[in-house]
């Protein structure tokens, strides 16, 4: 149901019936290796490309997710996702091996919470009984697409992110039990005017801002309605300036706890990844298998994801244009069952 | 409402409010030009990057729908959109433009159809009373990516399809006049092995024939049901394999009118388009454009567009990979007054 102008409830609850999360070696050095269900030792995964590797991420992820939710794939009716490849490659020939109505969305890294808004919103209004949202990235591929071949082994400036490689996927049911899904807030574009893709935080900051004002504004709630808010991925510098932009704007995010995706996956002392964590995945792996873990536990009772991705192109940069941004929000409660 | 398995029927009837349609010089030299709302004299229409001309088609189409729905952009709740370019660029900064809540969607040319769904069926169920659904290609930019640049003047073989210069968009209504969207079916993503991306159509034929079986059994309705159904773009070579499927799997095509967007968009004689037409926008300016002026005439009463896409990437063809599609279907009835 439509709430305010650019948000929904979700009055009939969708489930997160079952999760998984799948990522390579370097995500299993850090702080969250213990709540990803699969760590990949080598980062090829065995395959012959980067991309090949990036779409069997998300392959596993979406198999171990139906599966854990006791599914088949011939169940489930939609799988919403999207990637940061070209024509979102590594979610299409997911779905191709999957063989699910297929529902390509692309939200550069907001792309986790993008989908999980469609599929709860499908869910929610009975137009499906299970849909799975899902996303990937692999740092490889990324680099290779958007910078320079992780095998030039360039130097990064300090504000440059470290796409994380991984997938996580969910799936949202109408009946069962698990954390529901209670409304999404679907963001704007904004675009501050900037052009470094080595600075994607400073550019999302902004975008991350305006979607969590809406969704306040929508919604008539204040942050301290959530035990925890997270963005997903401004990492430090990002983080910084929505923190400062949040004071001015007299958002009092001090009700409650505030952090960011891309601050939490990878040890900042132990693995040089700059500013922090970035990629389609990192918001996907820290909320589907760090978060909900923590409210599985009861350590969490409700919390707002509010993933943000930078719209750019290889070409759009090469063109000199400035990045437009983007953010979704999803809350999430601690539900019982549901039916 | 779910209905069968992968389909959607819109009980609330979401009405199409307003329409618009851009389109450039080649397409005005058509046999469908009097169809469009704004036909350009020069297909840089005065940008200095094809990219940037594909963004203006979309920009120009969806301010136009907007104001002929007799809306201001700041009452539409959601634009759904996408494009062939890779993340989407134009209609990313075309949403940065609108500055509307942005839900960036992809299933290459299918994605006039994935758009329109999602918009109806948020519609639908509540949660917008206004949203718009767009897409836009550009013939140009298009050949640039995905082959060679058009300023080389390669040669095509008979089996390529021209791709489309223009933008359609759609604004869709919980009330209001206009012909009504009744029903989607959202596609599974097919694979025959096809790896040769001047041969699209017949790729994307079996995803055609796939849907509309899925759709004819999901609503347990027959060809027969439909004045029209269109798929879009399999073009002459897709539409032969398309209309030779339909006879091996005993679905009597014979019952209706069997057209393609792909073949009505230019004329075989007047203009060098080999198999025909193809990209985002040839089956949403075929469909907003010409044949919702044919139901608003009274010609058309009830149709199945069927729109076709070909997920390939660039780099997916040059490692090698077969090229996997899609397609997803919209049923329209002309309609009267809802509310």
């Known amino acids: 149901m439509l709430k305010g102008h650019q948000s929904w409830i979700f009055e009939n609850k969708p489930v997160i019936r079952s999760t998984a999360t799948v990522v390579g070696p370097f995500e299993g050095r850090g702080p969250l290796a213990e709540d990803f269900d699969i760590v990949h030792g080598d980062s090829t995964l065995g395959q012959d490309s980067w991309e090949k590797a990036e779409r069997t991420l998300i392959e596993e992820a979406a198999k171990l997710a139906i599966e854990s939710g006791g599914l088949t794939k011939e169940q489930v009716q939609f799988y919403i996702g999207g990637d940061l490849m070209a024509q979102l490659i590594s979610s299409s020939f997911a779905a191709r091996t999957l063989s699910i109505p297929f529902l390509g969305v692309f939200g550069a890294c907001s792309t986790s919470m993008e989908s999980l808004a469609l599929a709860s919103m499908i869910v929610n209004s009975g137009s499906a009984k299970f849909a799975l949202a899902g996303t990937c990235s692999h740092n490889s591929s990324a680099e290779k697409q958007f910078r320079y071949p992780t095998e030039y082994g360039s130097q990064k400036p300090p504000t440059a992110q470290y796409t994380v490689t991984g997938a996580g996927a969910a799936l949202v049911s109408s009946e069962g039990e698990g954390p529901v899904v209670t409304s999404a807030t679907i963001g704007r574009v904004i675009d501050m005017g900037i052009t470094d893709p080595f600075n994607m935080g400073a550019a999302m900051a902004p975008a ?3 979607t969590i004002e809406a969704h306040f504004r929508d919604l008539g709630v204040e942050p301290g309605h959530y035990d925890l808010i997270v963005t997903g991925d401004l990492a430090k510098v990002g983080y910084e300036i929505a923190s400062e932009l949040f004071r001015k704007h007299n958002i009092p995010m001090d009700q409650t706890e505030y952090s960011d995706c891309g601050m939490m996956i990878y040890d900042y002392e132990q693995q040089m990844v700059q500013s922090g964590a970035s990629g389609c995945a990192c918001s996907a792996v820290v909320t589907y298998g760090h978060l909900l873990k923590r409210m599985r536990k009861g350590e969490l009772k409700r919390i707002l994801v509010v993933a943000t991705g930078a719209l ?15 953010a979704h929000a999803v809350s999430i409660e601690a539900g019982g069952v549901s039916s």
Chains 1, 2 share one sequence.
Do not use: N
């Open 312 to 326: 750019l192109s290889p070409i759009s940069y090469q063109q000199g244009e400035s990045i437009p941004c983007i």
């Open 208 to 210: 991350a801002v305006d």
